[in-house]
């Protein structure tokens, strides 16, 4: 087995609950704004993550990796503006692309093609994340009000937009219990 893979995977899975939480946080946020159709999109997000977290249980349980359900820090509850927790998600995003860009190498360099084949539905995940939190981060910017970005996501798709069953499709590894 690999061992520094299953370390970072454990570690990851602490990662995609704690960026679960965090979306939790900043739809509350949009929904305190009267913002529904961003609340809506983060609160999907916010299943995604779950959801990546439980693909990694059962990718865990299945391969009889030991592991432990990591706890997680502190979330950001409170922005200034609109924009702030769009930028977070951003970074969010690009932090986590990081990471599983981190696991597969460590597949890899350990010779574990069960390992890395797992990661690569995760990294074609993590293009679809960025560009929609780019998209989401532009379309703030340009709007000349909150109201025009509620009218973009009523009216476009933005990613999958954390859709039931975008997890689901086809290549997505297991969920434990299922996705939601």
């Given amino acids: 087995m690999s061992h520094q893979f299953n370390e970072l995977l454990t570690r990851q899975l602490g990662n ?12 509350a946020w949009f929904d305190g704004q009267d ?12 299943l995604e993550e779950r959801n990546h977290a439980m693909m990694m249980v059962q990718y865990m349980l299945d391969r009889g990796i030991k592991f432990v359900i990591p706890g997680i820090g502190e979330v950001r509850n409170d ?14 995003e690009i932090e986590v692309t990081e990471q599983i860009k981190e696991l597969f190498a460590a597949a890899r360099a350990e010779n574990d093609p069960l ?22 981060l532009n379309i703030a910017r340009r ?21 039931p069953g975008a997890d689901g499709g086809a290549g997505a590894p297991e969920a434990a219990g299922g996705t939601l």
């Fill in 143 to 163: 709007a000349s009000s909150l109201f025009e970005i509620e009218t973009f996501l009523a009216r476009e798709s933005v990613g999958d937009a954390g859709q």
């Fill in 35 to 46: 913002l529904p159709r961003l609340a809506k999109h983060f609160y999907r997000q916010a």
């Fill in 79 to 92: 922005f200034a503006t609109a924009e702030d927790p769009l930028v977070l998600a951003l970074a969010q």
């Fill in 115 to 136: 390992g890395e084949q797992f990661m690569l539905w995760f990294l074609k995940e993590q293009v679809e994340e960025v560009a929609s939190m780019s998209t989401l």
């Fill in 16 to 27: 995609e609950f704690a960026a679960s939480q965090q979306y939790i946080a900043i739809a």
